[in-house]
């Protein structure tokens, strides 16, 4: 029996004011109508979901705050941030009730643009770098990993609150690396 087989991609990216995801769905169009489709997303602290009307396949959507009901003033002037956390993602063609798929995405944007940042400003050259240098790759090696292992408990593991937890605790290291005037 010829079926859809629902499937989503949300990229990692560093544009902190677009969420990307990604139709990677396989429709089965000879046999079977693609009718009823929605796309909810439940950002990070909400208790509704956002609907989102699309068309499959819709191939890239690149969601802004506006689009997630984040921002409600000046959209399409003003981008405004699209935090980090959890978000879960839930897509569906008819029989609604049958055919979806659901997600559980963390984002962690300005958390890697921080570790960008705190890179930038380290004082590497071409060659052995001195120990103080050293020490503190070695210390957002790990913060990296951490973040890397949040993704993994949210996104693969299906335990969103121990990834959050890495995910906080992954950050607070890496304000704490990053702290010029810390008390």
Known sequence: MAKHILSLEVPDTLNE????????????EDCLQIECPYLDILPPGFTCAVRLDVVPPFCKLNLTACDLELQSQDCGIVFNTIPDGVYVIKYSVAPNEYVYVE???LRITMAMKKLNDALCALDIANCDPLPEVKEKLQELRLIEMLLKAAKAKVEFCHTPG???????????????LTCTLCI
């Open 17 to 28: 004011c677009i969420m990307c995801i990604m139709d990677t769905s396989i429709y089965a």
């Open 103 to 105: 997600y559980n995405h």
């Open 162 to 176: 121990q990834g959050m937890d890495l995910y906080e605790y992954a950050v607070k290291r890496l304000d704490k």
